[in-house]
């Protein structure tokens, strides 16, 4: 009996070095893959600061954009203030343009008018047929 009980001994000795051997290579697996999944994790890491870079710059875009959207307004709105004032000026010009010709008009009516009487003076007196100045004095005066 004790052969039997110093041959289980053994066995079960045995068995307990095989199983640390596989226990330890099994260690060894885990290990190894411990190693691979600490490079994915740096990769991982790596990637996720990039994708944070990332995103900060597009926020920092989207102020820039909404910044510039602003400032585009204002000018939009400062654009049509000065199209207004430009179109109220000319207005103004052509106001007093206007003006200015319904003057000349009125002035070249009367030169004309007077030029008219002027030569109906001369064509009178060359036939010797007195005029009265006075008469055309007030159609000139009318006017």
Do not use: C, W
Request: glycine share 0%.
């Amino acid at each position: 009996m004790s052969e039997q009980i110093n041959r289980i001994e053994q066995l079960l000795i045995q068995f307990a070095q095989q199983t640390n051997e596989r226990l330890d290579q099994f260690d060894k697996r885990l290990d190894q893959m411990d190693k691979r999944f600490d490079h994915v994790d740096s990769r991982l890491d790596q990637m996720d600061k990039r994708f944070d870079h990332v995103d900060n710059r597009l926020d920092q875009t989207d102020t820039r954009l909404d910044q510039i959207q602003i400032q585009l307004g204002r000018m939009e709105q400062s654009q049509n203030d000065d199209v207004i004032s430009i179109l109220r000026h000319t207005h103004d010009k052509v106001s007093h343009l206007n003006q200015n010709v319904t003057s000349l008009k009125q002035d070249v009516e009367y030169i004309v008018k007077e030029q008219s009487i002027i030569k109906l003076e001369i064509e009178r007196l060359k036939h010797k047929q007195p005029l009265f100045s006075s008469q055309y004095k007030n159609v000139l005066d009318d006017h």
